[in-house]
Nanobody, 125 residues
């Protein structure tokens, strides 16, 4: 099993930045890919960013390209989501997820095996 714990959420003004962290524990060696998803208030959960560093690949939803960056510190078993130029529409609960297998698409939430509990990001306009 793998446990994921997110941190770093909070309240920020539009145009500001936040960095989310997702620290994995347990059978971390089994993780092949990780992703960040978010669920805005009253809406469905959506893909934000994903990465498979052994494959050298990352992917982003169009609305965050150029503003968000997913990265990993393997020594700390931690994946980050650096969020810059935040907008009110980025307000959501953000979840990290991990997959044991290569993904047909980072945006497919059903392909992930493990999920964190979520962290709230609120952007005030």
């Amino acid at each position: 099993q793998v446990q994921l714990v997110e941190s770093g959420g909070g309240l920020v003004q539009a145009g500001g930045s936040l960095r989310l962290s997702c620290t994995a524990s347990g059978r971390t060696w089994s993780i092949y890919a990780m992703g960040w998803f978010r669920q805005p208030p009253g809406k469905e959960r959506e893909f934000v960013a994903g990465g498979s560093w052994s494959a050298g690949k990352t992917d982003y939803i169009d609305s965050v390209k150029g503003r968000f960056t997913i990265s990993r510190d393997s020594a700390k078993n931690t994946v980050y989501l650096q969020m810059n130029s935040l907008k009110a529409e980025d307000t959501a609960v953000y979840y990290c997820a991990a997959s044991r297998n290569s993904l047909r698409g980072y945006e497919h939430d059903y392909e992930y095996n493990y999920w964190g509990q979520g962290t709230q990001v609120t952007v005030s306009s």
